[in-house]
């Protein structure tokens, strides 16, 4: 019922910058928050970045003051800006969002992921 797409991953050196992007698609009414997970392999899945309905954010400690988290609520879309990255960063990065459906129920739901690979 409900899409999320992630584009924007890829290789960068390190010190470089990428820009994520995740559209929502779907039987849309409203979208709550919009977030940003990273996953490396065998590792467990963590939270990156976080955006409320009205703006609100919020970081994991090690992304603070690298990257910045935004959307644009006419478009469902959220933004994840990287800079200064590091090797650590490579991960896989998701989007994830409450949605709340044109059917009245909110569900949780989750983009297939983006590769980014820091490295030189």
């Known amino acids: 019922q409900v899409q999320l797409v992630e584009s924007g991953g890829g290789l960068v050196q390190p010190g470089g910058s990428l820009r994520l992007s995740c559209a929502a698609s779907?039987?849309?009414?409203?979208?709550?928050?919009m977030n940003w997970y990273r996953q490396v392999s065998g590792k467990q899945r963590e939270l990156v970045a976080g955006?409320?309905?009205?703006?609100?954010?919020n970081y994991a400690h090690s992304v603070k003051e690298r990257f910045t988290i935004s959307r644009d609520n006419a478009k469902n879309t959220v933004y994840l800006q990287m800079n200064s990255l590091k090797p650590e960063d490579t991960a896989v990065y998701y989007c994830?969002?409450?949605?709340?459906?044109?059917?009245?129920?909110?569900?949780?739901?989750w983009g297939q992921g983006t590769q980014v690979t820091v490295s030189s």
């Open positions: 955006i409320t309905s009205g703006g609100r954010t």
């Open positions: 994830n969002s409450n949605v709340k459906l044109v059917d009245g129920s909110t569900r949780n739901y």
């Open positions: 779907g039987s849309i009414f409203s979208i709550y928050a």
